[in-house]
């Protein structure tokens, strides 16, 4: 059984960036090790990102495993387009209390590994988010030390943005990248100067890492703003993403090898192959999420264990000094030293252990040099076929206001490519 002692120790990471650019990630603070399994998502079915339309709903749910249940508040706080923290005080984007005590806790119930599960909806008596705009919310103890921080988004709809995906115009990557044009149409809102006031983030798969910033409309067509860059908008397009279902904890299932219980249940996968120089195959994914869920209980909780996930990799290729990570949504698309995997001499395999809740994960193989600088297709290949999510948000900032509002926001699928 495992009783993790509390440190307060706060890790910070600062100017993570991949090739697209700055992202969210350099204002996250990752968890010490006795929380797990943070997920902050809309309450919308199947919508696994933090990005809600204002008004509704976003909830907040973690674990801590340590052995002292211990009482967490919360404090919401405005950035702007650049994840700067914004000009305005609380009271001009929240009504009630930008700051509150987590009431509503459970200690988990007939599990190896016990853990008090935490969970925070907004907006609540409390608090009410009451403009859009990028936000950052920072859980703490009760000493005020800070435990974690996540971003989430908020916006309106105040303009269509439609999106398409694009095989890549350069015959070099035609095979390998996909692009994504998008146009923002405003009949009803006047926008007197676009590439001033306009700014957007284009995603892929809702990973904060991938964030492509600072475009400019390429073309004016009466209400309308054009981005058909060629090159700008180019995303590598990876490979489908691997998974594994720890569901039936005692039992091997689909790309599980083996369950042994050791003080806790250990869950070994079958080892996982170079895909780079691999045909492409297609199989449905849920781009890099991942979803808690046990087979003995529907409350999954506070009824799902933890189970140690064994990773392998036969990774005969040339990473040079990069690392390997193990990469998805289950720590928020971070690089740690928890996911980054290490060569085991006597396997001849890449070898990585994480402490997973029960449930259908998601994850992929990244490298990533001295700089954090992501490469999501030396391990697994990018095959232009590859289905991902993309997503625009739109922000505007007339002359003389004081914060970014976000407008707008399109989503499309690479299942719908266009050549």
Request: net charge negative; aromatic share 16%; no cysteine.
């Amino acid at each position: 059984m495992l009783h993790l002692k509390k440190h307060y120790f706060i890790f910070i990471i600062l100017a993570f960036s991949i090739s697209y650019g700055q992202a969210q990630s350099e204002v996250i603070v990752n968890p010490p090790e006795y929380i797990k399994t943070i997920i902050l998502n809309s309450t919308q079915t199947n919508n696994y990102a933090p990005i809600i339309k204002l008004g509704e709903s976003l909830i907040l749910q973690f674990d801590d495993l340590s052995d002292s249940q211990e009482e967490y508040s919360y404090k919401i706080e405005h950035y702007d387009y650049n994840w700067k923290i914004s000009k305005l005080i609380a009271t001009e984007y929240i009504n009630g209390y930008n700051s509150d005590w987590i009431r509503d806790y459970e200690n988990s119930f007939n599990t190896l590994q016990p853990y008090t599960y935490y969970k925070l909806v907004l907006p609540n008596e409390k608090t009410q988010i009451k403009l859009t705009g990028n936000y950052l919310i920072t859980i703490l103890d009760e000493a005020d030390n800070i435990i974690f921080t996540r971003p989430f988004i908020v916006y309106q709809s105040l303009v269509d943005v439609g999106v398409t995906v694009h095989k890549s115009r350069d015959i070099a990557t035609i095979n390998s990248k996909q692009n994504i044009e998008f146009s923002i149409s405003h009949p009803d809102l006047l926008i007197n100067n676009p590439s001033q006031e306009i700014k957007v983030v284009v995603y892929q798969n809702n990973d904060w890492n991938t964030a492509i910033k600072n475009l400019k409309p390429q073309f004016y067509r009466g209400n309308q703003l054009l981005y058909k860059y060629s090159d700008k908008t180019s995303f590598w397009a990876g490979n489908e993403y691997l998974f594994f279902d720890t569901k039936e904890i005692r039992n091997a299932t689909n790309n599980i090898a083996k369950s042994k219980l050791d003080g806790l249940f250990n869950t070994y996968l079958y080892t996982d192959e170079l895909r780079k120089n691999k045909p492409y195959t297609y199989y449905p994914d849920i781009n890099g999420n991942f979803l808690i869920r046990t087979i003995d209980s529907d409350i999954n909780a506070t009824e799902a264990d933890y189970s140690y996930v064994h990773f392998t990799l036969e990774a005969y290729t040339d990473v040079g000094e990069d690392d390997i990570y193990i990469y998805g949504d289950f720590n928020d698309w971070q690089l740690t030293d928890e996911n980054k995997m290490s060569y085991n001499e006597r396997l001849k395999l890449y070898t990585g252990t994480l402490l997973l809740k029960q449930g259908f994960y998601n994850y992929t193989y990244v490298t990533a040099n001295e700089k954090k600088q992501v490469n999501n297709h030396a391990i697994e290949g990018s095959f232009y076929q590859t289905e991902n999510d993309y997503s625009v948000l739109v922000y505007y900032k007339p002359i003389g206001s004081r914060y970014d509002q976000i407008i707008g926001y399109g989503t499309a699928n690479s299942e719908n490519l266009r050549n």
